[in-house]
């Protein structure tokens, strides 16, 4: 069974900046690929940022150029750095791995921006 634990969400203001962290219970090599999605109150959870397990990257329209997703493989643990917060950010942030059996979800972490 795979653990995913997000961190670093909070409260800030437009502008400001955030970094979420997942950490993950095994080796993040055995992965496909690891995930950012977001749900906002009464909309359907989105993809946010993607990396696999070659590197590369990909990103919702609306936040590019603004958040970049990384990762640590000593730590086991992916990144989300969020610059430039928006008030249409606002959402509970989930980290989401998948091999190729299934998928895993962390419980998220709320951001929210105020305007």
């Known amino acids: 069974q795979v653990q995913l634990v997000e961190s670093g969400g909070g409260l800030v203001r437009a502008g400001e900046s955030l970094r979420l962290s997942c950490a993950a219970s095994?080796?993040?090599?055995?992965?496909?690929?690891m995930a950012w999605y977001r749900q906002a109150p009464g909309k359907q959870r989105e993809s946010v940022a993607t990396?696999?397990?070659?590197?590369?990257?990909n990103y919702l329209d609306s936040v590019k150029g603004r958040f970049t997703i990384s990762r640590d493989n000593s730590k086991n643990t992916v990144y989300l750095q969020m610059n430039s917060l928006k008030p249409e950010d606002t959402a509970v942030y989930y980290c989401?791995?998948?091999?190729?059996?299934?998928?895993?979800w962390g419980q998220g972490t709320q951001v929210t921006v105020s305007s």
């Open positions: 989401m791995s998948t091999t190729n059996a299934r998928a895993y």
């Open positions: 095994r080796s993040i090599f055995s992965f496909n690929a």
């Open positions: 990396i696999t397990s070659g590197g590369s990257t």
